[in-house]
């Protein structure tokens, strides 16, 4: 096996988990059939497009031309080609006509509808990637080499003869049917390598998936990761693990792997899962609104899925680099990922007041602790709920008693968040630390409408402030498309949907054959 080197070249859905309305998103972005009323008054106004980005810059080119025509059978994502609120800016202007009323008018309002489920809710990470004195590009340079994601070799020498895993290995690589892919997690300080999984585990994946009836668990609401998210996240987790290869960690052990994997690591994790299952990239439409003509139309491309990592270069030492350039198996100590983790000057536990008697300190959570406080927050509202009800699990009245409780004690979603609460006056060191009883007063807390705004807002803007990378893609305009480097505007993706997306898709593809 030869190291790693860079590379240069369906679950269902329920209603949301409502937010305070300070806290609650725009609707920005999400597309509508505009029915039949007077114009607006700034019909005529042309929205500029965004300015270049001062904290961006793209090396590598993501939306490559289609290597042959656009065909609907093959497996496709549609994402949005400019920010939500940029979008939502164009929507206003436009005038109030019905497009669904014509074939292209309902294929545009198609792909603008998906696109919504593939972009975090409220523009998230939009902080991140503006954040003054960052720089983003699609990896980072050290004396070794180029860190990004990494393909693992397993050519044979002319003459030997191979079998067993390498050998499945070898063939699955040569047809394009996956690869073992390494990955940085830049914020959990080490890299995993993924191997593909075969259709059969993905069929099975997809079974679990269909086979849970909670809906409230199924909710993915698009907000970075909340627990109503976790459900989705830990059979990915799990999936994932099933089919780790390496690691550069001397430590092996499946569970305590769970542990060192922060959080916002997540989705990088899946999105090397998507790179070991579809390395060659897939078709990609974008829909957008010309800003002069008012006219819908879809872009189309291929996604260059290997290019969509994006790391902010500015956030890391020199001895962090020198230390996450270290890629071969079983190359990092315990000791060595705590100090790459310490020598953060982003994303260290912060302090925050809800009240003039009550703070809490936010810190970044391991993977195991999201998934944890997610199951243990469903699992106590699905209890409850079931003592009280007697009904079968498929029953729709349960459902929704389910997603009213969720609705009650919805401040438990970004419990995995909180490292403990403080009580007294600020500065104060006295407070809850431990688990059960931070949970129980989380909810205590979540019926005072001006504490759960504050909550939110502090907690999702720790979020973006500890973001150090990312997935996502990038606005680009058409005259643009061979020039490099440029400094568009980084567009995050919801991997957990995206990745759901393309497996939906995936199984179809089985179940047609003949």
Not at 200 to 209: T, V, Y
Request: proline share 6%.
């Amino acid at each position: 096996m030869v190291p790693a080197t860079g590379e240069d070249g369906g679950a269902a859905s329920a209603a949301p988990i409502e937010e305070p309305p300070d806290a609650q998103p725009s609707r920005s972005g999400e597309p509508d059939a505009r029915g039949e009323a007077e114009e607006p008054e700034n019909v005529n106004v042309v929205v500029a497009p965004l300015e270049p980005s001062k904290t961006t810059i793209q090396e590598y080119e993501t939306f490559p031309p289609l290597e042959r025509d656009w065909n609907p059978e093959d497996v496709f994502l549609v994402g949005h080609a400019s920010t939500r609120q940029h979008i939502s800016a164009i929507m206003d202007t436009l005038p109030n006509i019905d497009i669904t009323k014509t074939e292209d008018g309902r294929e545009w309002y198609r792909m603008a509808s998906a696109a919504n489920t593939l972009a975090p809710r409220g523009d998230q990470w939009q902080k991140s990637v503006s954040r003054e004195g960052s720089e983003w590009r699609q990896g980072i340079s050290s004396e070794q080499g180029r860190i990004n994601l990494g393909r693992l070799s397993f050519a044979s020498a002319p003459s030997e003869k191979v079998s067993g895993e390498k050998a499945i290995l070898q063939i699955r690589s040569m047809l394009g049917l996956g690869a073992v892919i390494q990955v940085p997690l830049f914020h959990s300080g080490f890299h995993v390598s993924i191997k593909a999984p075969n259709e059969m585990a993905m069929l099975e994946l997809n079974r679990h998936l269909m086979e849970d009836k909670i809906d409230l668990g199924r909710d993915t609401t698009g907000f970075a990761f909340a627990n109503t998210s976790s459900y989705l996240t830990k059979w990915l987790l799990d999936f994932a693990i099933d089919h780790l290869h390496d690691t550069s960690l001397q430590e092996k052990d499946p569970v305590k792997l769970r542990e060192l994997i922060l959080a916002p690591d997540l989705p990088i994790l899946f999105w090397g899962l998507a790179c070991s299952i579809w390395p060659r990239g897939f078709q990609y439409a974008r829909p957008y609104i010309d800003p002069a003509t008012k006219e819908e139309k879809i872009l189309r491309s291929r996604l260059n899925v290997s290019k969509l990592l994006w790391v902010d270069n500015k956030a890391l030492t020199a001895w962090q680099v020198r230390h996450m350039a270290g890629r071969g198996s079983s190359t990092m100590s315990a000791e060595s990922v705590k100090r790459y983790r310490s020598e953060f000057t982003i994303g260290q536990p912060r302090r925050v007041q809800l009240t003039s008697d009550i703070a809490m300190t936010l810190r970044v959570p391991s993977a195991a602790d999201y998934v944890l406080a997610g199951e243990r927050w469903i699992g106590e509202i699905v209890r409850l709920v079931d003592r009280a009800m007697e009904v079968p699990p498929t029953d729709e009245k349960r459902n929704s008693y389910i997603l009213s409780h969720g609705q009650a004690t919805n401040m438990r979603q970004y419990v995995h968040w909180v490292q403990e609460i403080h009580f007294g006056a600020a500065g104060s060191d006295s407070g809850i630390v431990d688990r059960e009883t931070l949970e129980n007063a989380i909810n205590e807390l979540s019926p005072d409408e001006e504490v759960r705004t504050r909550y939110f807002t502090h907690v999702r803007q720790y979020i973006d402030d500890c973001t150090i990378a990312l997935i996502g893609t990038n606005t680009v305009a058409p005259d643009e498309e061979n020039r490099l480097p440029r400094f568009p505007h980084i567009l995050p993706m919801n991997v957990e949907n995206t990745f759901f997306t393309l497996l939906g898709q995936k199984v179809s593809q089985i179940n047609q054959r003949d």
